[in-house]
């Protein structure tokens, strides 16, 4: 094909004016890329109408652009918004693990501290209960030993009341001024009990025992006892005794009496 | 700062720069586009809506649309230029196919092809320089021909009707104006 005349055909006019359709605009590119003179008359034709395009527009009429130039603004604030809300919900899907833990956190933390303080709170109930189970076993000890002893006194009460009985008040002697003691004898039954009120704490191994004594005859045992049991049946005596002694013997008794060892004595009343 | 732009210098055909720009998303693609092309494109568009006011419409929305799709152009397919008429093209047959414009169509059927106000020879524009004066050095019948084929969206067609010239003639005479224009500019 001869180019100039391909050029002098004014094809490349009707390029520029829209005159040729979409395939015919394609077919002038080919030739242009294929023949730079063809460019190069492509390009000058353009810068000609370019040119007397803007000779002639009315200056300041840029609303078509304006309005173009603003819609690519907001779509491209749009889209950068639309960029750094989704980081943003990454953000909060990391921020929700936090979250999480520190709620967790708080949990635990609650939960040691009621484990603290029910565990103190246990072990201080443990003690009290201790206590208490103390003071419980030394109270019902207690009450157990003031029965005993109200029985005691119950029962020397009842003894001093018996009118069966004869009464006898053992009085300390040289080696125990302070000591005394009292011996009932029942009448009918001849059984001898002492009441043990106030004799000193015997030395270990040896125990207090009660002797009979009737005239012309050595002491007659009357049984040994306990210093702590406040009043104890002893043996049967029977005759005529003319006055009872407490002695202190060695552990289990003996059949003759240390009569140096006397801690009390008492007569009784002539009749 | 993309990679594309290291080959762009004030020696890239502006053809070329556009592209470059286009497929870096550089929103002065457009602006250039709009600088460079705006009356050329505007004119194929009225050869297909007629109505100037329709027409600017048209290129707003075919400028957005060479921005939104500015991925669909293939450099190997043809010119930049060749696309950017496809584009508004398409968008100028979309519009006629607009039930507003049916509407308007309908109204104005009595009424000739459109008045466009500021063409060529417009006298009570302001002279705002040499370039300005570029037209009035043409003979009037070249300064009709320029304008209705390449700002006012004439066929050759219409304009062999309008100007009562052969049809086969209009091209030539076209180009004689055009080559005409060109020797004063240059």
Known sequence: ?271 | MSVQLKYLTSETPLEERIALLLADRDRTAVGLIYQNYSSILLNVILRVVKYEDVAKDVLQDALLKIWRNSTNFDPSKGSLFTWLVRVCRNAAIDKTRSKDFKQRQKSEQSVDLVFISDTFGNESEVNDGSVRELIFQLPEKQRTLISMSFFEGYSHPEISERLSIPLGTVKTRIRMALQHLRSIVE
């Open chain 1, 1 to 271: 094909m001869n180019i100039q005349e391909y050029i002098a055909s004014g094809v490349l006019e009707s390029y520029w004016a829209g005159e040729l359709n979409d395939e015919e605009m394609q077919a002038v590119d080919a030739m242009a890329a294929r023949y730079p003179q063809v460019a190069d008359e492509l390009d000058e034709l353009r810068n000609v109408l370019i040119t007397l395009a803007r000779s002639q527009s009315s200056s300041g009429d840029n609303t078509v652009i304006d309005l173009v130039t603003n819609t690519i603004r907001d779509e491209e604030k749009e889209a950068f918004l639309r960029a750094i809300e989704e980081p943003d919900t990454q953000i909060k899907k990391i921020r929700v693990i936090p979250r999480w833990s520190a709620a967790a956190a708080v949990l635990l933390f609650l939960s040691i501290a009621f484990n603290v303080y029910f565990f103190l709170r246990m072990r201080s109930a443990k003690d009290d209960v201790r206590k208490i189970a103390a003071e419980n076993s030394k109270m019902a000890y207690e009450i157990e030993s003031t029965q005993q002893d109200l029985g005691y006194a119950e029962l020397r009460v009842a003894h001093f009341l018996n009118n069966d009985n004869i009464h006898v008040r053992l009085d300390g002697s040289e080696l125990s001024p302070k000591s005394f003691a009292n011996v009932f004898w029942d009448k009918n039954t001849n059984a001898v009990f002492i009441s043990v009120d106030n004799l000193p704490e015997p030395p270990k191994g040896h125990q207090y025992q009660l002797w009979a004594i009737k005239p012309g005859q050595a002491p007659i045992d009357a049984g040994i006892f306990d210093h702590n049991q406040l009043v104890q049946e002893l043996k049967v005596i029977k005759g005529s005794v003319q006055a009872f002694a407490i002695t202190l013997e060695e552990e289990g008794g003996t059949p003759i009496a240390t009569v140096d060892q006397t801690y009390a004595r008492g007569f009784l009343k002539k009749s």
